[in-house]
């Protein structure tokens, strides 16, 4: 199975500022032919997930534009560019390049 | 927009078999792979397997043995059956569809507690 692994497991940012997220794969780059198989998701309590980015750097519909992922080979990013309230959460990345299908532990974004 | 929703019981015996819905509003059953995916309060997420309308699966080989996914067209609802429970799937099982790729549609999810 690929692993992934996030850091930190949780940040604390002030309102405004700038929340960054890695996403590490063990094993090979998630990348296959011309694409980068990885998603981002967005957990908020009482919520279902939300898809924010997939193919490493598409945002989903309706993301605000301050949610940005970028990333090539095994080390990607997530970052939201002036954090707001209501982005209090965890986030997760996964990977779909192969079955099973799997997800990093989580990073819990407080303010 | 498509919504989704998890029923079944709350609790499950040990040894017994864990059985869910998903039923899909808002849109057809054949355009997604249905998946359902579980969440161990306090961990991570897992994903079981996805059943495509057709009823065709691809199983988590950690779950492979237990899982039976199956989908219902005529009803826009697939299934999750998870069998000889222990404690340790006691979880928040979701529901969620995707293209084989990402995961673009969720439920809310439903917690499961497997106890005597």
């Known amino acids: 199975d690929i692993v992934l692994t996030q850091s930190p497991d949780s940040l604390a940012v002030s309102l405004g500022e700038r929340a960054t997220i890695n996403c590490k794969s063990n094993?090979?780059?998630?990348?296959?032919?011309?694409?980068?198989?990885l998603a981002w998701y967005q957990q908020r309590p009482g919520q279902p997930l939300r898809l924010l980015i997939y193919?490493?750097?598409t945002r989903g519909s309706g993301v605000p534009d301050r949610f940005s992922g970028s990333g090539s080979g095994t080390d990607f990013t997530l970052t939201i560019s002036s954090l707001q309230a209501e982005d209090v959460a965890i986030y997760y990345c996964?990977?779909?390049?192969?079955?099973?299908?799997?997800f990093g532990q989580g990073t819990k974004v407080e303010i | 927009q498509v919504q989704l929703q998890e029923s079944g019981p709350g609790l499950v015996k040990p040894s017994e078999t864990l059985s869910l819905t998903c039923s899909v509003s808002?849109?057809?059953?054949?355009?997604?792979?249905w998946s359902w995916l579980r969440q161990v309060p306090g961990k991570g997420l897992e994903w079981i397997g996805y059943?495509?309308?057709?009823?065709?699966?691809n199983y988590n080989p950690s779950l492979k043995s237990r899982v039976t996914l199956s989908v219902d067209a005529s009803r826009n609802q697939f299934s999750l059956s998870l069998r000889s429970v222990t404690a340790a799937d006691t979880a928040v099982y979701y529901c969620?569809?995707?293209?084989?790729?990402?995961?673009?549609?969720w439920g809310r999810g439903a917690l499961v507690a497997v106890s005597s």
């Open positions: 969620a569809g995707s293209n084989r790729f990402y995961f673009d549609v």
């Open positions: 808002g849109g057809s059953i054949t355009n997604y792979y």
């Open positions: 059943v495509y309308f057709t009823g065709g699966t």
């Open positions: 094993q090979t780059a998630l990348y296959s032919p011309d694409k980068y198989y």
């Open positions: 193919w490493a750097s």
């Open positions: 996964q990977q779909y390049l192969s079955t099973p299908w799997t």
